[in-house]
Structures are given as C-alpha cells and as structure tokens.
C-alpha cells in the first residue's frame, strides 16, 4: 500500500491563520476553505494551462480551473494579451464601451438569445432574471429543485419546506430558509420539489401554474455532484411553458462548457431565458442573463424592472471574455477532445477504485465529472437524495490521497470537477496514477 506523501504547507497554514484573523472563515468563499475535506486550504500563487502552484511552490494538476472558467487552461496567451492591451486604455469607464458590444453580439449570435444584459457574477445573473421573470409575468412564485445551486440571492437559499405541494387550505407549501438571515416571507415564494422528477413538477403546475413566475434549474446539475437530467425532466420542464411560467437555464456552469451552445445547444433546451457566468468572463468577474426579446425588453431602462451594476460591461472583464469564447468558436473540436479526455479519465478512475475495492458511482457529461462514493451503478444517481447517500468520509480520505500527490480535485463530494483544453495524456497519466495509490488510502 503506497505510503501518503506529505506537502509542505506551512507557507499556506500561516497564510490562512492570517486570512482568518481578518476574513470570515479565512476565505472569500466558503468551499474554498476546505471544511468539508479537512486539511490546510492551499494558497495558491500562480496557474499556468493545467496546472496550479501554491504558496510552498508545490504544483497540482487543476481540476476545478476556477469553478468553470479556465476552460482553456490558465494564462490561456490570447486572454493575457486581450486583457493586457484593454489595460492600456484603462480599467473602468462607468460608460458603455465597445467591448461589451462585441461580446454582447457575439454571446446573442452562439446561443441565439435575442438579448443580453451583462452584471459581474452568475449571482446577480439569477437574481436579475427572477427578478425580470416576476415583473414579466406579474406573478410573485418560484421554482428551484433541490440541489440545484444559483447563486446567494435570497430568495434562493432554501430548502424544501413541509407540504412542497399545495397544503390543505391550497397555500402553495413554503420552503425554509437555508441560511440564517433569509427571512421566511423570502422563502415562501420559492417552492422547491426533486430534481429528475417530472410527476411533481407537473403536479405543482397542474394546481398552481398559473401563480409561478417562474421554473429556474441547472440543466445539467453541477452543485450537488454532477446530475444529468432525464428526457422525461427536459419534457416537464417546458411543459411550465403552457402556464404563462418562464422557463429559466441556469448555464452559468454549463454554458460554454458543454458546447458552443452550452446545455441549451447539446440537449435542445428552448427556455424562456438564460443565465451565464464563470466562462463568459475567461476568469474575470462576468455574469449575464439574457434571452426571448419581448421578455428582456422589460429590464430597465427600456422597461420597469430595474437592474443596475457600477462594473458591469467593465472592459478588461469585456476583454477576457471576447478572447475566450472567439478561442472556443475557432477550435469546435474542442468539446469533443474535453470529452474524450473526461471520458478516459472516468473510465481510469472506475478500474482504480474496482482495484482498491472502493465502491463509487460516476456521472459524466461532457467536461463535467463527479466520483460519488458509493456504490451504485454508474450513472444511477439522478437525484440529490442519491447524492446525499455517499460516504463523505471516504470522499476527503481520497480527496487529501489525491492532494498529496499533486492532484487538486474539488474539495467537495457535491461539486463537478472540470476538464480543460491544456489537460493531455501525461495530465492523464498522472491523475490516474495518483488515483490509483488514493483509492488504496481509502480502504486502509
Ligand atoms: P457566482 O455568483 O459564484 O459567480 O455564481 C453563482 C452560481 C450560479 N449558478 C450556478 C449553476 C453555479 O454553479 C454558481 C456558482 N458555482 C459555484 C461552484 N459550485 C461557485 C464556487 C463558489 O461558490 O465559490
């Protein structure tokens, strides 16, 4: 059995006992402070194609690139001089400038939304288009499915209330806050039902269609593991449609990930409107919604649903994104080479865990992987319940087995890991290898 090796972290360790004297939790995001694997968050210094270097100089092979963006490998030439030379006409003009036209062109002539808006995360891009989806519509519900992730807004942090159905008075069944600090009148306009599951989703509208704003999910799930939805979900989904409910993706994971399209182009989605980030920015702050015209035409100040952002269409964010996706657009093969490469790598980390004997189930799409550990068929966990069942244990036993070997997987069992353009045959090779001698770390 191979022995762990152990990284240096100390440079990390005082640089995170630093960070925690003057940030909540010593992050500025919550999965990146490791509390769900354990172990010294790596403080890293420089990113270069698939790799990353932390603060003591150690490299890992990046599958998290980001949480999504760097899907052409990091420091990717065409984004550093794109944004290099939008530096040397400056940072920020609080103006419109004709980057944000050209990438606006570009995102509407891809994905074929008739409109966009940009703001400056995949946060503000849900929050917008609920917002717009409720001025739209005149109605004040929603819809979310268990875990599915949007962003912090909050009417989006909740749970599945008791009585997801409508309760015997007809009161739509409330959803509870799932953070402190929503209010419970927030919640209750959000209901949440089962991911993959097409019965209560037509059973909701079937009774209240006619109250629901709007219908918000990942089309491929990324936020609670990966999820693949079946035809029978994609069906119901649109279904909304025949309410008046507006059917709103949440591509800010998947779009420009899983095709030129996103999931929308790969699955033959026809929502009402669309939510962008992480890639549409090449690593720089962007989020964006956008969609049907009759619909986005409400946003101010065209119409009454207001929507502002100091540093939207900031022009080094402009820059980045324009650099990457006209890179995507010039190398088409591309998403066929990510996923031929997330499919050797699945098929890699299935034969090393049968080896070690460590029971797992893996969901792929695309760039897009999840190991959960358990044991089921590969591709049987549809649903976060399933997901729910995995050992979370073995998981951070693995994920530090992997670590210690220069493999930074996501330090999460509920999260997509991300493939990307400058991951090859050694990347692979390596991977697979460190796999192997982790899964073995996990039985001991
Ligand atoms: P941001 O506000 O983090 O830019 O985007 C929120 C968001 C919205 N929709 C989907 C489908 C998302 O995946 C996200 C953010 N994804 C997480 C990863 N699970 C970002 C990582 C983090 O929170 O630090």
Not at 194 to 213: E, F, V
Not at 365 to 387: I, K, W
Request: aromatic share 8%.
């Amino acid at each position: 059995m191979s022995s762990t090796p152990s990284f240096s972290t100390s440079r990390s360790g005082a640089l995170f006992e630093r960070a925690k004297a003057v940030m909540p939790g010593g992050v500025n995001s919550p999965v990146r402070a490791f509390r769900s694997v354990g172990g010294v968050p790596r403080f890293i210094a420089s990113a270069q194609g698939a790799y990353l270097t932390d603060a003591d100089g150690q490299r890992y092979i990046d599958y998290i690139g980001s949480w999504g963006p760097m899907i052409l490998g990091h420091d990717h030439p065409a984004v550093r001089e794109a944004v290099a030379g939008a530096l040397g006409s400056g940072t920020s003009f609080g103006a419109p400038n004709e980057r944000e036209v050209e990438l606006a062109e570009l995102v509407t002539r891809l994905t074929g939304a008739e409109r966009v808006r940009f703001v400056s995360s995949g946060t503000e891009a849900t929050m917008s288009a609920l917002r717009l989806a409720r001025g739209f519509t005149g109605r004040k519900y929603i819809v979310k499915f268990r875990g599915n992730y949007h962003g912090h807004a909050d009417g989006l942090l909740v749970e599945a209330g008791s009585g997801l159905m409508t309760n015997a008075e007809g009161a739509l069944g409330a959803a509870a806050p799932s953070s402190a600090g929503v209010p419970e009148e927030y919640a209750a306009l959000t209901l949440v039902l089962d991911y993959n599951d097409p019965a209560a989703l037509d059973a909701l509208m079937g009774s209240r269609g006619q109250d629901i704003a709007a219908v918000i999910f990942e089309p491929v799930v990324g936020n609670a593991g990966v999820l693949i939805p079946t035809p029978e979900f994609l069906a119901a989904l649109h279904r909304v449609r025949d309410h008046g409910t507006l059917l709103i993706a949440d591509e800010v994971m998947t779009g420009f990930r899983l095709s030129l399209n996103g999931a929308t182009g790969l699955l033959g989605l026809r929502p009402d409107l669309r939510c962008w980030g992480k890639i549409i920015g090449g690593g720089l702050p962007v989020g964006a919604y956008g969609g049907r015209a009759e619909v986005m035409e409400f946003v101010s100040p065209q119409g009454p649903v207001y929507q502002a952002g100091t540093l939207s269409g900031n022009p080094l964010a402009m820059a980045a994104g324009l650099a990457t996706l006209r890179e995507l657009e010039a190398r088409p093969g591309l998403y066929a080479e990510l996923g031929e490469y997330t499919a050797r790598l699945a098929t890699g980390l299935r034969e090393a865990a049968e080896a070690a004997g460590v029971p797992v189930s893996i969901n792929r799409l695309g760039s897009m992987l999840t190991v959960f550990f358990q044991d089921a068929p590969d591709g049987s966990v549809a649903r976060y319940a399933d997901a729910a069942r995995s050992d979370t244990a073995a998981f951070a036993a693995w994920f530090q087995g992997m670590l210690a070997r220069g493999v930074y997987w996501a330090p999460s069992q509920f999260e997509s890991i991300f493939t990307s353009a400058a991951h090859g045959d050694a990347e692979l090779n390596a991977t697979l290898q460190a796999a192997a001698q982790a899964f073995q770390g996990v039985q001991s």
